[in-house]
Nanobody, 129 residues
Framework: QVQLVESGGGSVQPGDSLRLSCAASGFTLANYAVGWFRQAPGQEREAISCIANDDDGTYYADSVKGRFTISRDNAKNVVFLDMAGLKPEDTAVYFC??????????????????????WGQGTQVTVSS
């Protein structure tokens, strides 16, 4: 069965860190560009990061640049999102996405909507004091 499963969400205080995982089954994640999106209640879905499928180049939205880090562990078929310095405005459901090419995910970071190959079900991150 082909699927993406996110994990690692939770409730934390401002300034804390979390690591989100995006695990793939049924396909090899290393062959795909992977992105992280988030959606807060009442807001549009926002692309926040992606990692390329050719050179593992990493890209970030301004809202998370310098605080979040995306990486891969190809042996485990997993992509991570390390989040540091969390803020209340980071509260959202976080989704990972896999797509056969990188440019559409870069377009997503630019605010364009695209039909991606695979989506996960999301994991909730709540940042509150």
């Amino acid at each position: 069965q082909v699927q993406l499963v996110e994990s690692g969400g939770g409730s934390v205080q401002p300034g804390d860190s979390l690591r989100l995982s995006c695990a793939a089954s049924g396909f090899t994640l290393a062959n795909y560009a992977v992105g992280w999106f988030r959606q807060a209640p009442g807001q549009e879905r926002e692309a926040i990061s992606c990692i390329a499928n050719d050179d593992d180049g990493t890209y970030y939205a301004d809202s998370v640049k310098g605080r979040f880090t995306i990486s891969r562990d190809n042996a485990k078929n997993v992509v991570f999102l390390d989040m540091a310095g969390l803020k209340p405005e980071d509260t959202a459901v976080y989704f990972c996405v896999a797509h056969r090419d990188t440019p559409p995910l870069l377009a997503g970071l630019g605010g364009l909507k695209y039909e991606y190959d695979y989506w996960g079900q999301g994991t909730q991150v709540t940042v509150s004091s």
